[in-house]
């Protein structure tokens, strides 16, 4: 199947595209691999109605939420490296699994301490 639209990183960011993207019925794929960058922190500010949750319980409120779109997909996996090839781009994961992403559709980045991923 040729998807919509990816988005790499599951966290508040990433959650929040992905549910637009699935209420709007965007055939898409999000690529989480469970690492936070605020893993060592114990509260969550600044979002409306979640002011002060941990942020594993917002990712586990979020991830629900998201279910209820059947054309959302999580997967819990790191992107290893994204092709274009022709009118399509190939996003592949660590384990050698590829989605295959329609040109044109979104991809958002997450800055890592090794470097951004387009």
């Not at 990183?9 to 709007?24: E, F, H, I, K, Q």
């Not at 990712?59 to 994204?82: G, H, M, N, T």
Request: charged share 30%; proline share 3%; with cysteine.
């Amino acid at each position: 199947m040729i998807l919509d639209c990816a988005v790499i990183g599951g966290g508040p960011a990433g959650l929040n595209a992905a549910l637009v993207l699935g209420r709007s019925r965007r055939k898409m794929v999000l690529f989480d691999d469970n690492k936070p960058r605020n893993a060592v922190t114990s509260e969550s500010h600044g979002f409306i109605t979640r002011d002060g949750i941990h942020p594993q319980e917002f990712k586990r409120i979020a991830q629900e939420e998201l279910s209820r779109y059947p054309d959302v997909r999580l997967e819990r996996q790191r992107v290893y490296r994204i092709n274009k090839e022709n009118n399509l781009f190939q996003v592949e994961t660590e384990n050698g699994e590829v989605s295959v992403l329609r040109e044109g559709g979104f991809i958002t980045a997450e800055w890592k301490q090794t470097g951004c991923f387009f």
